[in-house]
């Protein structure tokens, strides 16, 4: 019958409309066309690709952020992360011109081995997620100091200036390349490997999981190495595409809050349980789209931080989840619901 | 009753200190001594290597006003810890309160505490705003906080503008930052009341009775009349207006207000309050215990940046001792410290005057 | 029940069975001895209960059946087979499954991945799941728990009722044999209830061993085969449905005779004394609508119907934790009008709540200040400043009006029993000197003995003249002690009864709707 099938196909419009990356694309695309009519130089395509490229650093730390999110945990120390992994890598490729492929491997190694440092802290020493990281936050921060000895990285071999700026197809940066391919890995592995599925599992109801033979600790261990390694690839991005490093590198952008903030706009919820790559992935675009914005809008980039801000309460109040309270305590004079 | 406290019987249950008898009160106030503990070897340590540590010249004394700020908003932040809930904007709203007062000291050409009193019932202003979104609209405050964060101090960049005020007059550089009274620093006074304050009014007043019970359940505490919202808005409101007197304070010590100085504070006051025994949970703690734990981490910084350290090394060593004190008050809880935390609590019990405990009816 | 033979749906053939016997558990806790050399098995083909008091050890004995806690000594042996150092997961890979009270499913996960959790299936290539197998298993085994939803939805779109199924249906898909209930009924209406039981037949019939603990002691003697009775951590008592009878079994878990006291007030007449609680039209869609009653000095009115008919939402409502959309509430001929739970008690109204660890009590906080969250407002001071020990004096008085046994005052709120944490709040809520009362389930949770305690308090609060609303979905609760019971169904009073009225059978029939008022 075609008003069923009419009928059917406007529910399935409805649903995926109220899923959060359509609504994210939706704004990207909406913010986009506004800013073009503003600004007609806005959406040019080496404009396009610029944005795209700069999310990406976001994205790879943000979709590591996000797995640790879901298990009900958060990863402040992903700045330092990622500059240790820069200048690891930074230096020996500005002095000793050291083969790409090795520092890819070298990034990797180090994410992971400072992500074990976490993982530790909180499944085996059994320290809150929150302060575990705030506290390897300050000591990979120092390491971080330590390491450069106040140096910086001023310049890299052609390899990495490549793969941060050239395209590896035409039209189509290798910056992009990166990005997509961490999110389709990412993606994959959470929807289709039984480690991936277990994080949601743990996220959701650690107890139940256990009981059903889940080996909890490892998987948050897991979670957090994880989380480390992306950050360390993030430095790599971040290493070829901006082209230095430093003692500040990874904390001088506040990547550990912008990366919360990318995965919350996602639609990740903080208390566990829900997240998708995608919408990170989304969710790291819109706040380079954003940005860009901002610089060709005049708006003094000091204001951007408070936008962040703005958009963090925005994306709670527009959460399918907590929304509706939100939503529901603004129309009332009563304070919110303490009665669930 | 025998003189032994483990071994009283109670209408036929032994009572045992290891049941939580004196349970989770037991181990806030053995955390305390440790902290004292640790405090006492720490200034032994500094009185045998720092020359001149215990008078004149470069001494304890003087030092504190150095690390004081810190420890001021490490004060007002417990309190919102004590909550249940946290706050990020802390840092970000002592450089703001500093630009704040000495902009309008310096374009307004306002008396200088004036423009102090007005940048500080702004910050109480801000921490309410906090408070009521956190109360009002259920958003979680890491959230809110993380948000308001970065608004404040985009603010504070804006107001400071490329190069903001210094050169603060005399008598307010005096008593904010490097007077004394006899060999007592003004910085050390200020810290001394509003510690003093801070610490009855959570133990020893009905607002603080409300704020503790929130933290332990924030449910239970509106079923039995608190009333939360309220609660929470006061909470945030205190600890943005000490982070703003912190502000004032390193306005003061640095004859400078700038837009970065707050943010890296922030990291060092929820290791205070953490460290101090403060459960993030909210709840369980003591205020002494942030007391204490602000001191010896202000001394492990303050000697770590004599000795040549860089703030950044100080700043790692604080996560380092964060990290073990963690460890040490994590295993007093397990199994195998108990036994220890027992022994201690005993220990302790019979330096009080103990009541025996009540015979409950059958 | 027929068997159905489609690809991927499970028929069970009638099972071998696994027998799942324990012997001489014993277990401690900080000294003290909560079960003490139990023995006990479970046949297939059987459904077995466990009853006893609060504390009596039936759910430490279920938790050590099911590896959640391990015995300081005993053995426990699974189809002739022995059990050593069996922990939660290890016992569900060993085929024992445990209902929990309130069902822990995965919320944002859809049912078949809550059934498949820990085991999920793959592809050749052993890391990868495959979801098209297990998502036509799950409609089998979902089919085979009665459950006729699709097995995509989200967990939390499932009533509990349904989760409580989910978890049924995850037994058997983890190939469980032995199956325990932790007071399953609990969260349920009577028709979730019965489908239940009838889930639990089905299994039962298929050769399952089940295992059940209840205190309501009606539903166990309705359903089940055989009964094991546990006191004080011993059993006291084992036997076929058929050996034992009702109050043998009471009188075993009590270790005394109890008699019901009816209460001797119930025929006086209260319509000439003052009114205290006047509630008229209150209204908050879709919990409940048009409440209207007046509550008498010294009267105990009953609200009663079944769990989910909006009692507690009505008194959260009087008590001003939700806003009516309409209606008012008067206490004393005062109208309350912008209500909050702070007002109401200081207008002499309070409210016990139903959930008491939720909701109540402070868990890790010690007795004293327990008790006095009530009338913080309200502590001795000297200036702002509280005053401990006149505090301490306060609420040692309070406890020992209600009788509260515990270590000392200064003991934690959590190391108390459930009786006891329930006479602290009853402590805390007298402290206010309160002229009305809601209690919301007082009983809830309680054992037997301490039950008729609570009774025996309420009694005698009432005949001092407190006026008590007492919303209970027992209805033997609501005979027993109320004065006067109004019928809750579906957010309407449907019906009252009074005095010589209130009877189990009627009041039974309004509240599942079936008399029209």
Redesign the interface.
């Known amino acids: 019958m075609p008003e069923e099938i009419g009928e059917k196909a406007r529910s399935r419009f409805v649903t995926i409309l109220r899923r959060r990356d359509a609504q994210l694309l939706i704004a990207i695309l909406l913010m986009s066309a506004i800013v073009d009519v503003m600004r007609p130089q806005f959406l040019t395509s080496s404009n396009i690709s610029f944005m795209l490229a700069g999310s990406v650093v976001l994205m790879v730390v943000g979709t590591g952020q996000m797995m640790v999110i879901v298990t009900r945990g958060i990863d402040l120390s992903v700045s330092p992360i990622l500059g240790i992994a820069a200048i690891a890598i930074g230096f020996p490729a500005q002095n000793h011109n050291l083969n790409i492929l090795v520092a890819v491997v070298l990034v990797i190694l180090i994410g992971f081995a400072l992500g074990i440092g976490n993982g530790l802290l909180v499944t085996v020493a059994g320290i809150p997620p929150i302060i575990a990281t705030l506290a390897t936050l300050s000591v990979y921060g120092g390491l971080q100091f330590v390491f450069t000895s106040g140096l910086t990285v001023i310049t890299l071999p052609h390899d990495y200036v490549a793969v941060g700026l050239e395209d590896i197809v035409p039209g189509i940066p290798w910056l992009i390349l990166i990005g997509a391919g961490v999110v389709i890995m990412a993606e994959l592995f959470l929807k289709f490997t039984p480690w991936g599925r277990a994080i949601y599992a743990v996220g959701n109801n650690a107890d139940a999981a256990f009981r059903s033979g889940i080996p909890v600790r490892r998987i948050l261990f897991m979670t957090y190495i994880i989380c480390g390694v992306l950050a360390g690839v993030a430095g790599f991005v971040y290493l070829c595409y901006i082209g230095s490093a430093d003692s500040t590198t990874g904390s001088d952008t506040n990547t550990n809050l912008m990366s919360i903030a990318a995965t919350l706009i996602g639609g990740t919820s903080l208390l566990g349980g829900r997240g998708r790559p995608l919408g990170t992935a989304l969710g790291a675009v819109f706040l380079s789209v954003a940005d860009t914005a901002i610089v060709v809008l005049r708006i003094l980039p000091i204001w951007e931080p408070a936008g962040v801000g703005v958009l963090i309460l925005l994306a709670v109040v527009t959460d399918r989840q907590s929304g509706p309270a939100v939503r529901r305590a603004l129309r009332t004079r009563h304070h919110a619901e303490v009665v669930p | 009753m025998s003189a032994n406290p483990a071994g009283v019987e109670s209408a036929g249950m032994p009572v045992d200190l290891s049941a939580d008898r004196r349970g989770r009160a037991s181990i806030d106030q053995v955390w305390v001594w440790v902290l004292v503990l640790l405090l006492a070897l720490e200034l032994l340590y500094f009185s045998l290597t720092a020359t001149g540590f215990w008078g004149g010249g470069k001494g304890m004394l003087t030092a504190s006003s150095e690390f004081l700020d810190v420890s001021v908003m490490a004060l007002g932040l417990s309190l919102v810890i004590f909550a249940g809930e946290i706050d990020l904007s802390i840092g970000a709203m002592a450089s703001l309160v500093g630009i704040v007062m000495a902009q309008l000291w310096h374009v307004e050409g306002l008396n200088i505490w004036l423009a102090t009193l007005i940048a500080l019932v702004m910050a109480a202003g801000l921490g309410a705003l906090n408070g009521f979104i956190v109360a009002k609209f259920g958003i979680g405050s890491l959230l809110v906080t993380l948000a308001t964060q970065f608004i404040f101090s985009s603010v504070a960049t804006a107001v400071g503008g490329e190069s903001p005020p210094y050169g603060f007059p005399r008598g307010f550089l005096t008593i904010t930052g490097t007077g004394s009274i006899g060999p007592i620093p003004a910085d050390l006074i200020i810290f001394a009341v509003l510690a003093l304050f801070i610490g009855l009014l959570v133990s020893r007043t009905r607002a603080g009775r409300s704020l503790v019970l929130t933290g332990h359940n924030r449910l239970a505490a509106r079923y039995s009349g608190v009333n939360v919202s309220r609660t929470l808005i006061w909470a945030f409101t205190l600890s943005a207006l000490f982070a703003g007197i912190a502000g004032i304070m390193i306005a003061g010590v640095y004859n400078a207000a700038r837009d970065d100085v707050g943010i890296p504070l922030l990291l060092p006051s929820v290791t205070i309050v953490v460290l101090g025994g403060v459960d993030i949970f909210g709840g369980k703690g003591r205020v002494s215990g942030v007391i204490i734990a602000s001191i010896i981490i202000g001394y492990v910084t303050v000697g770590l940046l004599d000795g040549g350290s860089t703030p950044l090394t100080a700043t790692m060593v604080t996560g380092i001792v964060l990290i073990i004190g963690l460890i040490i008050k994590i295993s007093l809880d397990r199994r195998a410290g108990i036994a220890f935390r027992d022994a201690l609590a005993r220990f302790l019990a019979r330096q009080h005057l103990g009541k025996a405990p009540v015979a409950p009816d059958a | 029940m027929s068997a159905t033979v489609t690809e991927g749906v499970i028929s069970p053939p009638k099972l071998q069975g696994l027998r799942y016997e324990g012997t001489s558990l014993r277990k401690s806790?900080?000294?003290?001895v909560v079960l003490d050399d139990a023995t006990i098995t479970f046949e297939p083909g059987e459904i077995h209960a466990i009853v006893g008091e609060n504390g009596a050890g039936k759910s430490t004995l279920v938790k050590i059946l099911s590896g959640i806690y391990q015995p300081d000594s005993g053995t426990l042996v699974l189809g002739g087979e022995r059990l050593i150092g069996l922990h939660?997961?290890t016992?569900?890979?060993r085929g024992i499954y445990?209902v929990p009270q309130e069902p822990?499913?995965?919320?944002?996960?859809s049912v078949t991945?809550n059934l498949f959790?820990?085991?999920?299936r793959?592809k050749r290539v052993s890391?990868?799941?495959d979801w098209r197998p297990m998502r036509r298993e799950a409609s089998g085994y979902l089919e085979r728990v009665g459950l006729d939803i699709d097995p995509e939805m989200r967990a939390d779109d499932l009533s509990v009722a349904q989760q409580q199924l989910v978890e049924c249906a995850r037994a058997l898909v983890?190939r469980c044999q032995v199956l325990f209930f932790d007071e399953p009924t609990s969260p349920l209406t009577e028709h979730e209830a019965d489908t239940l039981f009838d889930v639990m037949r089905s299994l039962r019939d298929s050769g399952f061993t089940l295992g059940f603990i209840s205190h309501r002691l009606d539903e166990v003697l309705a359903i089940s085969d055989r009964l094991t009775v546990l006191r004080d951590g011993k059993i006291v008592m084992r036997g076929t449905r058929d050996q034992l009878t009702r109050p043998a079994v009471v009188s075993a878990m009590v270790g005394r005779e109890i008699v019901t006291r009816v209460r001797e007030r119930g025929k006086r007449d209260f319509t000439t004394s003052k009114g205290m609680l006047a509630v008229s039209n209150l209204t908050l869609e879709p919990y409940f609508r048009d409440i209207s009653f007046v509550l008498r000095e010294g009267e105990i009115l009953g609200l009663g119907g079944l769990v989910g008919s909006g009692r507690t939402e009505i008194a959260?409502t009087i008590y001003g934790?939700?806003?009516a959309e309409r209606g008012s509430v008067e206490v004393e001929g005062v109208t309350l009008a912008h209500r909050?739970?702070?007002a109401?008690?200081d207008a002499g109204l309070i409210?016990l709540?139903e959930d008491r660890g939720?909701?109540?009590?402070?868990?890790?906080?010690?007795v004293t200040?327990n008790v006095t969250?009530?009338v913080?407002?309200r502590?001795p001071?000297r200036g702002?400043?509280?005053r401990?020990a006149a505090e301490r004096r306060m609420a040692?008085e309070a406890t020992?009006t209600t009788?509260?046994?515990?270590?000392?005052?200064?003991?934690?709120m959590?190391?108390l029993s459930g009786g006891n944490q329930q006479r602290s709040m009853l402590a805390?809520w007298l402290l206010a000197g309160p002229k009305v009362a809601i209690f919301d389930e007082p009983t809830r949770g309680v054992d037997v003995g301490a039950k008729d305690d609570i009774w025996t308090l309420v009694d005698k609060l009432a005949h001092d003249g407190l006026a008590c609303l007492l919303i209970s979905s027992e209805l033997t609760e609501l005979t027993v002690i109320c004065d006067r019971v109004l019928a809750i169904y579906e957010g309407s009073v449907v019906g009252e009864l009074s005095g010589d009225d209130i009877t189990d059978a009627r009041l039974g029939a309004m509240v599942v709707g079936s008399v029209a008022q």
């Not at chain 3, 806790?29 to 003290?32: I, L, P, Q």
């Not at chain 3, 822990?104 to 996960?109: D, I, R, W």
């Not at chain 3, 959790?117 to 999920?120: M, T």
């Not at chain 3, 009788?403 to 934690?412: E, G, H, N, Q």
């Open positions: 806790f900080d000294g003290a939660p997961h016992a569900q890979q445990l822990s499913l995965m919320a944002s996960l991945e959790v820990g085991i999920l793959r890391f990868v799941v983890h959260e934790l939700r806003s909050t739970p702070r109401c008690v409210y709540p939720r909701h109540g009590i402070f868990a890790e906080v010690e200040r969250a009530g913080i407002h502590l001071r702002p400043l509280l401990p040692e020992k009788a509260v046994r515990m270590p000392t005052i200064d003991a934690l959590k190391t805390r």
